[in-house]
């Protein structure tokens, strides 16, 4: 029998989801997984034919042991086809891996239950952190969960070693979303790195273009990688700010597989992971940032970096991916 990860895959051939998702597979197959494309299309005819007679051809061949499905998947139709499939031809254990639970963003109850319902037909899940498990299990999910810790990140770049301390933070992400840095009023530069940057921006913003996630680790050479979100300095308020309480940021594995210590706000869910490796420090209002920079001293940063380098390493070799993925394996030989 053979184990399997699950991707959808637009009509342009990339991965719907991107790097987080790519990183995966390729962890897995390290491992013995293989890949299984979930082919997604444009017109009727093509997503009938697929979803109908090609996709029920291909998984009846299959001896399907673990299933992985990498959620959420960009064609809502090829998804309800792949569980058709699945109840038609069974694996012996079948799990989705929750890259983001969109119901909890929404707050819908219906669009909660939707969701719920559909991870239910799983016979367990991967979820980022101990606060979107018991989010879940607040919402009524009692099926088994494992917790993924922080994402891996497969990074090309050499570590950005330099222990000189001098304050200086980097900001990477889609910055339409990221209407708090309009808002910052700081003496210390942040750089700032992604696509739909603002056309007015305040004096310490220092905008420095946009790169593919396998060449920007090279022009990540500040001293923090910030984690923030939403439209306010003082808190991580809206959608985007409130889902910092329940999700693992992967631009937090891009910044530690880099080798930049992070500062996070205090009461987002990987917080406890960042503190407890000390790899970084938490932080309740942006507006305190020159402060909490100008406490660290040089000796106190390099022991930082220090251990966000080693844990760069963990990232790197996709060492939470396998752990998670080996609990799944303890549950079945206890079965």
Known sequence: MSNYIVTSVDPGKNIGGGKAKEDIIKYLGEIGYTSLPLRTHKTKFEKLLYGKFKLPQKVKKLDLETVILQYPVSSRYALTSFLSVLKRYPAQKFVIWVHDIQSLQSENETEIQNELALFDQADELIVHNPQMKQWLLEHGYTKPMHELSIFDYDNPQPFQTSMNYNGSLCFAGNLFKSEF???????STVNVFGPNMFTQAPDCIEYEGQYSPEELPKYLTQNFGLIWDG?????????FGRYLLYNNPHKTSLYISSGLPIIIWEKAALADFITTNGIGLTISDLNKLDDVLEKVTPEEYAVMRKRTIAMGEKLRQGYFTKKVVASLQADSRKE
């Not at 439209?231 to 959608?239: I, K, L, R, V």
């Open 181 to 187: 840095l309009q808002k910052m009023e700081i003496k």
């Open 231 to 239: 439209q306010s300095t003082e808190s991580c308020t809206g959608t």
